[in-house]
């Protein structure tokens, strides 16, 4: 049953991240294009927290301005003394706060919301804190839980375990549930008498046994609480989400023909029957609807794709692209803020910025929109039913009225009336027997 008490959340965010060798906040680098921070933060969106507050330290004004249109607050720890001097320093965001508080790592980005609401609904009457443990394959420098069964009998860092307690293989993730009465007065209470001069956030729970009361254990697997240090850890990460978005899409019917290749982004949203090719990228903002087949290495970001379609190979689809259902963006077709109709087709080596184009309109290979003077942009209209020669150079703001033709190689520079033709070429000039004439002085200058 879940409990009815209110919830709080602390992010812990603190950390200086060296390891990164990056001028980014730490929890501020992305998994597939959100920074890990915000990943943590809409997870915990589904608990509806009363208070979330991000603990940072370096570079806080970057933190601060990530999460600032998502309610949270920011408690600034500094100098940096543990985890457990982290956790303390959330105490006046959370002043008059009686309820559940969550504590949560920021660069730990993929638990998920129900491993959240597990903490929380294992913080039962009577249970003053819940942890959550995992067995890593290389249990390593992590701090262990001595359990029995699920009740905790003791809890000690790496550093300062014995040989047999480095032997216990369920590890400690940081990340706990424990009633707000008591969080801030154990806090007080731990010292920094350890290897490494540090207030550990763990240490409650040795007080909370010591007092008579009960701490727990649930547990989750390792890839969901595993953490970000450095780039590498940060690629892991990357990896084993696009892992499970991967499995995610075909188990919801969606083709991949070679899964591995294929990288969505944090929102990407693909019907059941698409087809996706190998070397595929996702870039947020992405809807495809049933039916569409993209072909091989192309790039899609921001892009509203409706049914029935068919994009690439080699396509690239910016922010703003709209393609109407049983449409043709083809190979080497760049499009931004272009809408194109039903049925429309630009087949091949075209670029479309800034672009409407009507319903069944064809849009030639070479042809481009001058959407640009240096200074502004301008909008081209095609009409519907259009058709647009090759090596076309549209000059915006231009509008090509329904039906009308544009002959190949032409430089439009004014609108074009529905259903006419427009032509804008020099007539063509033929000179009978010049070239001949041409080889023979040429061969004889090069003898």
Excluded at 118 to 137: E, M, N, Q, S
Aim: with cysteine.
């Amino acid at each position: 049953m879940t409990p009815t008490r209110p919830l709080a959340a602390i992010i812990l965010a603190a950390g200086q991240g060296t390891r990164m060798k990056s001028s980014l906040h730490k929890v501020l680098h992305p998994i597939a294009g959100k920074p890990m921070v915000l990943h943590l933060l809409d997870s915990l969106k589904t608990l509806a927290p009363e208070r979330t507050v991000v603990v940072v330290g370096a570079r806080r004004e970057q933190v601060e301005t990530a999460v600032g249109g998502h309610g949270a607050q920011i408690a600034v720890q500094s100098p940096q003394l543990g985890t457990g001097h982290a956790v303390q320093q959330a105490q006046a965001a959370l002043a008059g706060f009686d309820g559940d508080i969550l504590i949560l790592y920021g660069d730990a980005p993929l638990v998920s919301s129900a491993t959240m609401a597990r903490l929380r609904d294992a913080l039962v009457d009577g249970v003053d804190a819940v942890v959550l443990g995992f067995h890593p394959a290389e249990p390593g420098a992590y701090g262990r839980i001595i359990a029995d069964g699920d009740r905790i009998a003791k809890m000690v860092e790496y550093k300062d375990a014995t040989l047999q307690e480095r032997a216990v293989t369920l590890c400690n993730s940081g990340l706990m549930a424990v009633r707000s009465a008591a969080l801030f007065a154990l806090l007080a209470r731990v010292g920094n008498a350890n290897a490494a001069g540090e207030y550990y956030l763990p240490d409650i729970v040795g007080l909370i046994i010591g007092d008579g009361g009960i701490a727990r254990v649930i547990e989750t697997e390792a890839g969901e609480v595993a953490g970000v240090n450095s780039r590498g850890e940060l690629a892991g990460l990357e990896a084993a989400w696009q892992d499970r978005r991967r499995a995610a899409a075909m188990a919801d019917g969606v083709t991949l023909i070679d899964p591995g290749s294929v990288f969505f982004a944090h929102d990407t949203v693909i019907a059941s029957d698409v087809t996706v090719e190998p070397f595929v990228v996702f870039g947020p903002g992405v809807r495809i609807a049933s039916g569409t087949i993209i072909h091989g290495h192309s790039h899609i970001e921001g892009a509203d794709i409706g049914e029935g379609c068919n994009i690439g190979p080699f396509a690239r689809l910016r922010p703003g692209t709209r393609v109407g259902a049983s449409a043709r963006i083809g190979n080497f077709v760049e499009t931004k803020k272009a809408v194109l109709g039903a049925g429309a087709k630009a087949n091949h080596l075209t670029y479309l910025g800034d672009a409407t184009v009507g319903a069944g309109a064809n849009i030639g290979a070479g042809t481009i929109t001058c959407n640009y003077d240096g200074f502004l942009k301008y909008s081209t209209n095609i009409g519907a039913g259009a058709f647009i020669g090759s090596n076309s150079a549209l000059v915006a703001p231009v509008t090509i009225g329904d039906g009308a033709i544009v002959a190949a190689g032409s430089v439009i520079t004014a609108d074009v009336s529905a259903d006419a033709l427009a032509l804008v070429r020099p007539a063509q000039v033929e000179k009978p027997g010049w070239a001949a004439t041409f080889r023979r002085i040429m061969a004889a200058r090069k003898a």
